[in-house]
Protein backbone atom coordinates (compact mmCIF):
# COMPACT_ATOMS: atom_id res chain seq x y z
CA UNK A 1 0.00 0.00 0.00
CA UNK A 2 2.67 2.44 0.97
CA UNK A 3 0.48 4.78 2.62
CA UNK A 4 1.03 4.52 6.43
CA UNK A 5 -0.50 8.61 7.32
CA UNK A 6 -3.83 10.09 7.91
CA UNK A 7 -4.67 13.17 5.84
CA UNK A 8 -7.73 15.17 5.87
CA UNK A 9 -8.49 14.65 1.81
CA UNK A 10 -12.13 14.29 0.69
CA UNK A 11 -13.24 12.86 -2.60
CA UNK A 12 -14.04 15.92 -5.37
CA UNK A 13 -17.31 16.44 -5.36
CA UNK A 14 -19.34 17.35 -8.78
CA UNK A 15 -22.17 19.68 -9.51
CA UNK A 16 -23.68 16.98 -11.94
CA UNK A 17 -25.90 18.84 -14.37
CA UNK A 18 -28.23 18.13 -16.82
CA UNK A 19 -28.58 18.91 -20.18
CA UNK A 20 -30.61 18.46 -23.08
CA UNK A 21 -30.18 18.91 -26.93
CA UNK A 22 -32.50 21.60 -28.08
CA UNK A 23 -32.59 20.39 -31.54
CA UNK A 24 -30.26 21.01 -34.87
CA UNK A 25 -30.02 24.97 -35.69
CA UNK A 26 -30.96 26.44 -31.94
CA UNK A 27 -27.88 28.18 -29.79
CA UNK A 28 -27.80 27.44 -26.34
CA UNK A 29 -24.36 29.16 -25.25
CA UNK A 30 -24.53 30.22 -22.12
CA UNK A 31 -22.61 33.65 -21.49
CA UNK A 32 -19.23 33.24 -21.33
CA UNK A 33 -18.50 32.26 -17.71
CA UNK A 34 -16.20 34.29 -15.90
CA UNK A 35 -11.78 32.90 -15.25
CA UNK A 36 -12.84 30.69 -18.12
CA UNK A 37 -9.58 29.21 -20.02
CA UNK A 38 -10.22 26.18 -21.89
CA UNK A 39 -7.19 25.13 -20.73
CA UNK A 40 -8.97 23.69 -17.51
CA UNK A 41 -10.63 20.83 -19.77
CA UNK A 42 -7.59 20.68 -22.23
CA UNK A 43 -7.78 16.42 -22.65
CA UNK A 44 -10.94 15.68 -21.64
CA UNK A 45 -11.27 14.37 -25.18
CA UNK A 46 -9.38 13.48 -27.65
CA UNK A 47 -11.68 16.30 -30.01
CA UNK A 48 -9.84 18.73 -27.78
CA UNK A 49 -6.56 17.56 -26.59
CA UNK A 50 -3.47 20.23 -26.60
CA UNK A 51 -1.33 19.40 -23.53
CA UNK A 52 1.26 16.70 -24.02
CA UNK A 53 1.86 16.47 -20.51
CA UNK A 54 -1.54 15.28 -19.83
CA UNK A 55 -2.68 11.85 -19.74
CA UNK A 56 -3.85 11.48 -23.04
CA UNK A 57 -7.78 10.56 -23.15
CA UNK A 58 -9.18 7.70 -25.06
CA UNK A 59 -12.49 9.02 -26.48
CA UNK A 60 -14.01 11.82 -28.57
CA UNK A 61 -16.32 14.58 -27.52
CA UNK A 62 -19.37 12.38 -28.94
CA UNK A 63 -18.30 9.50 -26.49
CA UNK A 64 -17.43 12.02 -23.64
CA UNK A 65 -21.08 12.68 -23.44
CA UNK A 66 -22.40 9.32 -24.24
CA UNK A 67 -20.78 8.61 -20.79
CA UNK A 68 -23.90 9.35 -19.16
CA UNK A 69 -26.58 9.72 -22.27
CA UNK A 70 -30.55 10.27 -20.13
CA UNK A 71 -33.84 9.38 -21.85
CA UNK A 72 -35.42 12.32 -23.72
CA UNK A 73 -31.98 13.21 -25.39
CA UNK A 74 -30.47 14.18 -22.30
CA UNK A 75 -27.32 14.13 -21.01
CA UNK A 76 -25.53 13.78 -17.40
CA UNK A 77 -23.02 16.20 -17.30
CA UNK A 78 -20.41 14.01 -14.90
CA UNK A 79 -17.12 13.75 -15.85
CA UNK A 80 -14.11 13.03 -14.45
CA UNK A 81 -10.97 13.36 -16.61
CA UNK A 82 -10.61 17.36 -16.88
CA UNK A 83 -13.97 18.21 -17.01
CA UNK A 84 -16.38 19.38 -14.06
CA UNK A 85 -14.66 18.04 -10.61
CA UNK A 86 -13.90 20.05 -7.96
CA UNK A 87 -12.09 19.62 -5.08
CA UNK A 88 -13.79 21.86 -1.79
CA UNK A 89 -13.75 20.26 1.61
CA UNK A 90 -16.66 21.33 3.39
CA UNK A 91 -16.81 18.72 6.00
CA UNK A 92 -16.88 21.07 9.31
CA UNK A 93 -18.61 24.14 7.71
CA UNK A 94 -21.97 25.56 8.67
CA UNK A 95 -24.45 26.06 6.28
CA UNK A 96 -24.08 29.23 5.20
CA UNK A 97 -19.99 29.01 4.30
CA UNK A 98 -20.77 25.86 2.43
CA UNK A 99 -23.20 27.37 -0.14
CA UNK A 100 -20.53 29.74 -0.47
CA UNK A 101 -17.98 27.62 -1.13
CA UNK A 102 -20.39 25.37 -3.19
CA UNK A 103 -20.75 28.24 -5.69
CA UNK A 104 -17.21 27.31 -7.00
CA UNK A 105 -18.29 23.72 -8.17
CA UNK A 106 -21.40 25.56 -9.90
CA UNK A 107 -19.02 27.63 -11.46
CA UNK A 108 -17.22 24.65 -12.64
CA UNK A 109 -19.95 23.08 -14.05
CA UNK A 110 -21.11 26.14 -16.00
CA UNK A 111 -17.44 26.64 -17.33
CA UNK A 112 -17.63 23.10 -18.76
CA UNK A 113 -20.62 23.68 -20.33
CA UNK A 114 -19.59 26.74 -22.05
CA UNK A 115 -16.24 24.40 -23.19
CA UNK A 116 -18.80 21.85 -24.89
CA UNK A 117 -20.84 24.58 -26.23
CA UNK A 118 -18.39 26.84 -27.61
CA UNK A 119 -14.99 24.71 -28.14
CA UNK A 120 -16.13 21.37 -29.17
CA UNK A 121 -19.28 22.94 -30.92
CA UNK A 122 -22.43 21.96 -29.12
CA UNK A 123 -24.24 25.05 -29.41
CA UNK A 124 -27.31 23.04 -29.73
CA UNK A 125 -27.01 21.28 -25.61
CA UNK A 126 -27.82 23.63 -23.24
CA UNK A 127 -29.23 22.67 -19.04
CA UNK A 128 -32.59 20.97 -19.20
CA UNK A 129 -35.23 23.72 -18.22
CA UNK A 130 -37.70 20.75 -17.35
CA UNK A 131 -35.47 18.82 -14.47
CA UNK A 132 -35.14 20.97 -11.51
CA UNK A 133 -37.08 23.74 -9.81
CA UNK A 134 -33.74 26.05 -9.14
CA UNK A 135 -33.11 29.63 -10.88
CA UNK A 136 -29.91 28.30 -12.16
CA UNK A 137 -31.31 25.04 -13.74
CA UNK A 138 -28.81 22.83 -11.81
CA UNK A 139 -29.31 20.62 -9.30
CA UNK A 140 -30.54 21.39 -5.50
CA UNK A 141 -27.62 19.44 -4.28
CA UNK A 142 -24.11 18.45 -5.47
CA UNK A 143 -22.85 14.87 -5.76
CA UNK A 144 -21.03 14.42 -3.32
CA UNK A 145 -18.81 10.71 -2.92
CA UNK A 146 -16.97 11.66 0.39
CA UNK A 147 -18.65 8.98 2.58
CA UNK A 148 -15.50 7.64 4.91
CA UNK A 149 -16.90 9.61 8.24
CA UNK A 150 -19.93 6.85 8.41
CA UNK A 151 -19.33 5.39 11.28
CA UNK A 152 -20.42 1.57 10.29
CA UNK A 153 -21.00 -1.37 12.21
CA UNK A 154 -17.80 -2.94 9.92
CA UNK A 155 -15.47 -0.74 7.27
CA UNK A 156 -14.32 -2.39 4.36
CA UNK A 157 -10.78 -1.25 3.35
CA UNK A 158 -8.69 -1.30 0.39
CA UNK A 159 -6.33 -3.28 2.46
CA UNK A 160 -9.10 -6.32 2.79
CA UNK A 161 -8.97 -6.26 -0.71
CA UNK A 162 -5.15 -6.40 -1.05
CA UNK A 163 -4.99 -9.14 1.41
CA UNK A 164 -8.54 -10.47 1.66
CA UNK A 165 -7.45 -13.83 3.99
CA UNK A 166 -5.05 -12.28 6.22
CA UNK A 167 -5.71 -8.71 6.84
CA UNK A 168 -8.68 -8.35 10.19
CA UNK A 169 -11.93 -10.29 9.69
CA UNK A 170 -12.74 -12.21 6.98
CA UNK A 171 -14.92 -10.53 5.53
CA UNK A 172 -14.64 -12.15 2.20
CA UNK A 173 -16.77 -14.88 3.38
CA UNK A 174 -19.83 -12.58 3.20
CA UNK A 175 -19.02 -11.44 -0.32
CA UNK A 176 -22.17 -12.37 -2.74
CA UNK A 177 -20.36 -11.44 -5.54
CA UNK A 178 -16.98 -10.44 -7.34
CA UNK A 179 -16.48 -7.21 -9.08
CA UNK A 180 -13.77 -5.39 -11.44
CA UNK A 181 -13.64 -1.96 -10.82
CA UNK A 182 -11.32 0.48 -9.33
CA UNK A 183 -11.47 2.85 -6.68
CA UNK A 184 -13.02 5.81 -8.00
CA UNK A 185 -12.10 8.97 -5.65
CA UNK A 186 -11.77 11.52 -8.50
CA UNK A 187 -8.54 12.94 -7.44
CA UNK A 188 -6.44 13.02 -10.81
CA UNK A 189 -7.43 16.50 -11.74
CA UNK A 190 -7.33 18.57 -8.34
CA UNK A 191 -5.80 17.02 -5.60
CA UNK A 192 -2.18 15.08 -7.21
CA UNK A 193 -1.35 14.92 -3.56
CA UNK A 194 -3.80 12.43 -2.85
CA UNK A 195 -3.24 8.41 -3.61
CA UNK A 196 -4.14 7.95 -7.37
CA UNK A 197 -6.39 5.60 -9.24
CA UNK A 198 -5.14 2.05 -8.23
CA UNK A 199 -5.62 -0.80 -11.47
CA UNK A 200 -8.52 -2.66 -11.69
CA UNK A 201 -8.85 -5.13 -8.38
CA UNK A 202 -11.28 -7.84 -8.24
CA UNK A 203 -12.52 -7.67 -5.35
CA UNK A 204 -15.34 -9.02 -3.07
CA UNK A 205 -19.11 -7.23 -3.07
CA UNK A 206 -20.68 -8.04 1.08
CA UNK A 207 -23.63 -8.98 1.91
CA UNK A 208 -24.75 -6.81 4.71
CA UNK A 209 -26.99 -8.98 7.48
CA UNK A 210 -27.23 -6.11 9.51
CA UNK A 211 -28.60 -3.90 6.70
CA UNK A 212 -32.54 -4.49 5.99
Known sequence: MGITQTNKIVQDLTYAAIIKDYGAG??????????????????????????????????????MLEYAKLPNNKYLLNWPKYGNDTYLNIVEMNEAQRNKELEKAKATTFRFLYFIQHE????????????????????????????????????????????????GDPLYRTAISVGDYPIDHHHKKNRKEAPQHRSFTRYPHTACPWVS
Open 26 to 63: TDKTITRPANYDPKEFDCSNTSFCHDTSREKPTVDAAK
Open 120 to 167: LGYKNLGLADDEYPTADKLPLIPYHREGRRVKGLVRFTMRHIDDPYNY
